[in-house]
Every structure is written in C-alpha cells, then in structure tokens.
C-alpha cells in the first residue's frame, strides 16, 4: 500500500476555487470508493465529500454541496476536489483517503495522504 499524494492547496481569496488533486500509485484506488476531509487546526477530521469506485455516486457534506465537486480519473488514479465559491471556514488541511464501504467517519478509511493546505482569506 503507497500513500496517495495530496496537491493544489494554497492561499486564495474568498469566492475564488481551487482544484485538488489526490493521486495514487498502482492500484491503490482499484475498486474503493475515495473520500476527500478536512481538519482545521483544534478541530476533528470531518468528511467533505465521498465517491464511488466508478464515480458515478457522491455524498458531500451539507456546507458543501452546489460548491465542491468530486471526480475521478480511473486510468490516472486519481481523484479530484473541485472547490468554488471558497469561504474562509473552508481553511483546513485537506486530505483523501480510500474506503470499502459508503460512510463518513474517518476510521473506516486507510491509505491516507499528508494532505495539502487550503487557506481561504476574507
């Protein structure tokens, strides 16, 4: 198992998008479903968004859905986070992670990244 790898965090302004990416070597990715979270400096990890091993079923997270988009590229194993209308709460460390099943709570996923900064300033 390799750790997947987290990109295109930054700093942007708030209303601006940014696009993530998270992208595994090998099969990493095969088969599970990929979920995107948060964690906030003093906060819990808190899911974002989650999708299917085919990318055709989501699940976001109420605060973001209509502004968040996930996507995946099987041939490229990789999975996508596109953020617009970016607000200040969104400012965490976002990571993505793998999972078997179709939940949200952060101990049933493995594969973890280092995860990539996102700062949204007001």
């Known amino acids: 198992q390799v750790q997947p790898v987290e990109s295109g965090g930054g700093l942007v302004r708030a209303g601006e998008p940014l696009r993530l990416s998270c992208t595994a070597s090998g099969r990493t990715f095969t088969g599970y479903n990929v979920g995107w979270f948060r964690q906030a400096p003093g906060k819990d990890r808190e899911f974002v968004a989650l999708?299917?091993?085919?990318?055709?079923?989501?699940d976001y997270q109420d605060s973001v859905k209509g502004r968040f988009t996930i996507s995946r590229d099987n041939a490229k194993n990789m999975v996508n986070l596109q953020m617009n209308s970016l607000k200040p709460e969104d400012t965490a460390t976002y990571y993505c992670?793998?999972?078997?099943?179709?939940?949200?709570?952060?101990?049933?996923?493995?594969?973890w990244g280092q995860g990539t900064q996102v700062t949204v300033s007001s």
């Open positions: 999708l299917d091993y085919s990318g055709r079923i989501t």
């Open positions: 992670a793998r999972t078997t099943g179709w939940i949200r709570t952060p101990n049933q996923y493995d594969a």
